[in-house]
T-cell receptor, first 112, second 115 residues
Framework: NAGVTQTPKFRVLKTGQSMTLLCAQD?????MYWYRQDPGMGLRLIHY???????AKGEVPDGYNVSRLKKQNFLLGLESAAPSQTSVYFC???????????FGPGTRLLVL | QQQVKQSPQSLIVQKGGISIINCAYE??????FPWYQQFPGKGPALLIA?????SEKKEGRFTISFNKSAKQFSLHIMDSQPGDSATYFC??????????????FGKGTKLSVIP
């Protein structure tokens, strides 16, 4: 099993550009999450999904959109990138309450 | 606002010593308290977790101590090794009602174990 994979690993964007980060999991998990990690800030939840076709906002959702068209995939979109969105983005998946969240390797995004 | 406060920010321990990381929370509805370990360039991985019906959980050299009345929990790493050098995050979640299945993370503790 590959677990949780993220594409791309690294990306540089100019302010105002758009992009989509892809997360895929092969563990048949219902729940998927997108976090951002910034120095000294820990991991902050952007959006999450409790099943195919459903999404919900987390702690820091502004400037991001998500879609979960297939159970195994969770996409994070930036419509108009801003320097404040420079971060490392982690996707995770899990089986829900009281269960382990499995994290991907991360995507490092630099917005100039 | 849900918060989990973690201390210290960084910790240096000699090989063989005990590493202690503390967390405090505010939301009494939290009912799951995991610790995640993250090595540089990698995603976090679950290390150990506890639910509030027990006061302590031990797995190998790693122990969580939980104090429900004080709303605090801590991670103890016994016989710390250089391979334990990583960033550790405490987290908490409530698994009913609004915000279910969401983990709220502390800001992390960077542990360095020196030979």
């Amino acid at each position: 099993n590959a677990g949780v994979t993220q594409t791309p690993k690294f990306r540089v964007l100019k302010t105002g550009q758009s992009m989509t980060l892809l997360c895929a999991q092969d563990m048949n998990h219902e729940y998927m999450y997108w976090y951002r990690q910034d120095p000294g800030m820990g991991l902050r939840l952007i959006h999450y999904s409790v099943g195919e076709g459903t999404t919900a906002k987390g702690e820091v959702p502004d400037g991001y959109n998500v879609s979960r068209l297939k159970k195994q995939n969770f996409l994070l979109g930036l419509e108009s990138a801003a320097p404040s969105q420079t971060s490392v983005y982690f996707c995770a998946s899990g089986r829900g309450a009281w269960k382990t969240q499995y994290f991907g390797p991360g995507t490092r995004l630099l917005v100039l | 606002q849900q918060q989990v406060k973690q201390s210290p920010q960084s910790l240096i321990v000699q090989k063989g010593g005990i590493s202690i990381i503390n967390c405090a929370y505010e939301n009494t509805a939290f009912d799951y308290f995991p610790w995640y370990q993250q090595f540089p360039g990698k995603g976090p991985a679950l290390l150990i977790a506890i639910r509030p019906d027990v006061s302590e959980k031990k797995e190998g050299r790693f122990t969580i101590s939980f104090n429900k009345s004080a709303k605090q929990f801590s991670l103890h790493i016994m016989d710390s090794q250089p391979g334990d050098s990583a960033t550790y995050f405490c987290a908490a979640s409530n698994n009913s009602g609004a915000g279910s299945y969401q983990l709220t993370f502390g800001k992390g503790t960077k542990l360095s174990v020196i030979p």
